[in-house]
């Protein structure tokens, strides 16, 4: 990276509100994945720069949490509850449709670059359990059937 | 001190609710929108032009009983509210035609009212707080989720919000402490330590400056009672934390809030905004000479950061990994300095015990479990959704007379997450407190309750929540880096079908040594679903290794399907979804399923409305038979 890039990225940093405290280290990784949709080479990088700190130790952190991809997500993204309601209502069912209807797996994104898909523990909306989130938008009681139609509207969409 | 601001908000509030126009209240929680209350909300928009006639829409948290959810209620002018479940957007359609055309509030439709007895008897709708979810119910930290607007401050304010803060104003910081003293409220994280102690500890600690840390990072999978409360009614957070603060005397509030509860962290944000802007956060609040700032950050997806110390090295840029404890956070917390960790419905719950005091609070629950405790009540109960229940109340109440009983027999209910353990039949009649769950070898947890019945395998669920723990422990101690291991293999082994009779003592031994040297809770509880389960359901533990069956036709190479021709009504329903065409037989006679062609995919048993597809021990089936005579 440039040092222009990355006083730019700095600068970027500061106008969203952040001042280089080592405690930002993850709303800066929120930050940047939700501003270019996940966690970059240059990202870590930018980041490195910003707080002063290695670049090894900006992966040991965002390796640790499950929210940070490494890997340039899809157009639509799937979240498949795996949490304990969902489990007993037939969460399994569902990430495995997945895996045979999209053939990627937890963490993957599809070669045409349409879906990415992550297994979640939780989407707090247990009692309408099997849960699926699509874009930000949670489908419930669930079944393979129902989430096949789901997944082709987004695939047309 | 908040008189003026009070009744400001009052009147503001009256003159939106007020009763010369009709209001409609719709549930668009996390869990109302899953169920499709966006679109309900879309519906009542576009019938309300269709219609021309007008009415004022007030969003509102989740009630609590999610199986009626979308939930929407109306009050006519000067009638009170009246609720209707499950409304689809053609519901909400057919119901707002009739109540604010004819006024008709069809009586048959309605789930049930908001007001007084006479309105039941002109009406003929019951009160909505006799359901059979509600009646056994105690509301006090859930009282205005779902009934106010979460978003709008007016709403908290004229319902009593902050009052609490202004009583703790005037008792001052002892008197704060003394009060939760006499409340007795114990800690809704899990662990079930008195408040008081730890507030007089991080009061009484030196260094400066102080923190408080709302523990909103409800990792609990299956588990949703903070997420409610915090999109419900995110003031009285927000008011409990003030308290602490001011009896601690820090200057600074944190809630880490959990990063899959998007609208939660957005009602939260807007909250403290508002609480800003009317002088209830930021300097000299109430001309107290108190200053206190409240902020959130968001996880990123971690179950070990709910405990404490985890979570403070979260929140400090870190690894999330626990340290060991002492010294406790109340003396070296956040950066170091003295820190007040509670979990959110502890901070929840004392706006309710400052305002209305101790004593009153005490009133409810055990004399060593005081107060009302949220729950949230999953799996295969008839009724599903959060709960409030007074501590002391058995499981048996909770399943049956709330849960409303399970479809199919009842088999387990898992108490306290993936840390807890599953409880069986002939220990319903527990009453829930944090020593009875302890005693049977669960914990209480932060409330999570999942029902299971005849078709939820224990061994595939101690190995859920196995897989679950080791996939989350943040690998700095051996015990449980390695523990959870063994016992995720050992499971995976039985389940698959290659248990052997000495895995059991492997995984007793595993255990223990995990309860004794994990240096945090995660390690020293995570073998609790198992070692529970082994106590109560051995029995299917030994099937699963020597007869090779799983009985709950879940472990999928442990079982072949069959059709119990004395449950079968021969409705078809299973021979529309079944994709192999494996299932024949007449309509209205037991129908036949052939294993050869079977897949096991379960969509059968999903659709089956009298539970009469089972599993087998494999091999013991015709289809299997035939297959073997073909195959010589
Ligand atoms: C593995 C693990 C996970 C935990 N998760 C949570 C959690 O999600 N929410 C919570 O409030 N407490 C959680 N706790 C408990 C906290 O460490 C802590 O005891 C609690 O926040 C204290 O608040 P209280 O005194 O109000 O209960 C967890 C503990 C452990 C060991
Ligand atoms: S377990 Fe799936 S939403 Fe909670």
Not at chain 2, 331 to 337: A, S, T, V
Not at chain 2, 438 to 452: D, Q
């Amino acid at each position: 990276m440039t040092v222009e890039r990355l006083i730019q990225s700095r600068d970027e940093f500061w106008a969203a509100g952040f001042t280089g405290d080592l405690a930002e280290l993850i709303p800066l990784l929120q930050y940047y994945q939700e501003t270019h949709g996940y966690i970059s080479p240059e990202g870590v990088e930018a980041i490195a720069g910003f707080l002063g700190i290695s670049e090894a130790r900006v992966y040991t952190v965002a390796s640790f949490y499950a929210q940070f991809r490494f890997q340039k997500p899809g157009k639509n993204h799937v979240f498949v509850c795996l949490g304990t309601a969902c489990h007993v209502q037939g969460g399994v069912d569902l990430a495995n449709e997945i895996h045979e209807h999209l053939h990627i797996r937890n963490g993957e994104t599809t070669p045409d670059g349409q879906f990415d898909f992550k297994e979640v523990a939780c989407l707090g909306c247990c009692a309408q359990a099997a849960v699926v989130e699509v874009n930000g938008k949670i489908y419930a009681k669930m079944n393979r059937e129902k989430l096949r139609k789901v997944l082709k509207e987004h695939q047309h969409a | 001190m908040l008189e003026k601001l009070r009744l400001e908000a009052q009147q503001r509030w009256q003159e939106r609710t007020s009763h010369n126009q009709a209001v409609i209240y719709i549930g668009t929680a996390s869990c109302g929108r899953a169920a499709g209350a966006l679109e309900t909300l879309q519906a009542i928009r576009e019938t309300l032009q269709d219609l021309g006639k007008e009415a004022r829409i007030i969003e509102v948290g989740c009630i609590g009983p999610c199986y009626l959810e979308p939930l929407m209620d109306i009050a006519l002018p000067g009638l009170a509210r009246v609720s209707y479940a499950n409304v689809t957007p053609a519901k909400a359609r057919q119901i707002l035609a009739a109540c604010l055309t004819t006024g008709d509030l069809l009586p048959g439709k309605a789930a049930g009212h908001f007001g007084d007895d006479s309105f039941t008897r002109t009406s003929g709708i019951q009160p909505f707080f006799d359901l059979p979810m509600l009646k056994p119910q105690q509301r006090i930290i859930l009282q205005k989720c779902g009934i106010i607007d979460p978003e709008d401050f007016d709403s908290a304010l004229s319902t009593g919000a902050y009052k609490g803060l202004e009583r703790a104003f005037t008792l001052g910081p002892e008197g704060i402490i003394l009060e939760m003293q006499q409340a007795g409220l114990r800690g809704r994280g899990g662990a079930g330590f008195p408040t008081f102690r730890k507030w007089q500890a991080a009061r009484t600690a030196t260094g400066k400056p102080k923190y408080v840390v709302c523990n909103a990072d409800e990792g609990d999978p299956g588990a949703f009672m903070n997420r409610a409360l915090l999109e419900g009614d995110p003031h009285a957070v927000l008011e409990g934390m003030l308290i602490g603060g001011y009896a601690i005397g820090a200057r600074e509030g944190i809630v880490y809030m959990r990063a899959e509860y998007p609208l939660a962290v957005k009602r939260m944000c807007k909250a403290i905004g508002q609480a800003y802007n009317s002088g209830l956060l930021g300097c000299n609040i109430c001309n107290s000479g108190f200053d206190f700032d409240i902020r959130v950050q968001e996880g990123a997806g971690a179950f070990v950061c709910g405990e404490e110390t985890a979570l403070i090295a979260s929140l400090e840029g870190l690894r999330g990994m626990p340290r060991p404890r002492p010294p406790y956070p109340t003396d070296r917390g956040y950066k170091g300095k003295p820190t007040l960790i509670n979990n959110t419905e502890s901070f929840g719950t004392v706006p309710a015990v400052l305002r209305e005091g101790g004593e009153w609070f005490r009133q409810f629950g055990t004399a060593s479990n005081p107060g009302t405790k949220t729950f949230s009540l999953v799996g295969k109960t008839r009724y599903t959704g959060l709960i409030e229940i007074p501590l002391g109340m058995t499981l048996r109440q909770v399943v049956e007379e709330i849960g409303g009983g399970t479809r199919f027999p009842f088999k387990a209910i898992q108490t306290g997450g993936p840390l807890g353990g599953c409880l069986p039949a002939d220990r319903l009649d527990t009453p829930i407190t944090y020593e009875t769950m302890r005693e049977l070898g669960s914990i209480m947890g932060s409330g999570g309750l999942i029902v299971m019945d005849e078709s939820t395998c224990n061994v595939d669920m101690a190995r859920y929540f196995v897989g679950f723990a080791c996939s989350e422990s943040c690998g700095n101690c051996t015990p449980c880096r390695v523990g959870t291991r063994i016992l995720k293999d050992t499971l995976e082994k039985i389940v698959s079908g290659e248990g052997e009779p000495e895995d059991l003592e492997v995984m007793q031994r595993a255990a223990e040594t995990m309860n004794n040297a994990s240096l945090c809770g995660l390690g020293q509880a995570a073998s609790n679903p198992v070692i529970s389960s082994l106590k109560y359901f051995r029995q299917e533990y030994e099937e699963h290794i020597h007869q090779k069956f799983c009985r709950s036709a879940v472990c999928t190479e442990l079982f072949e399907y069959t059709i119990l021709p004395e449950r079968c009504t021969g409705c078809g329903a299973c021979v529309k979804v079944c994709p192999e065409t494996a299932i024949h037989g007449e309509r209205k006679q037991a129908h036949t399923l052939d294993t050869t062609r079977c897949v096991k995919c379960n969509a059968c048993v999903r659709v089956c409305p009298v539970h009469a597809i089972v599993g087998a021990p494999v091999g013991t089936q015709a289809g299997t038979t035939r297959l073997a005579e073909a195959a010589i």
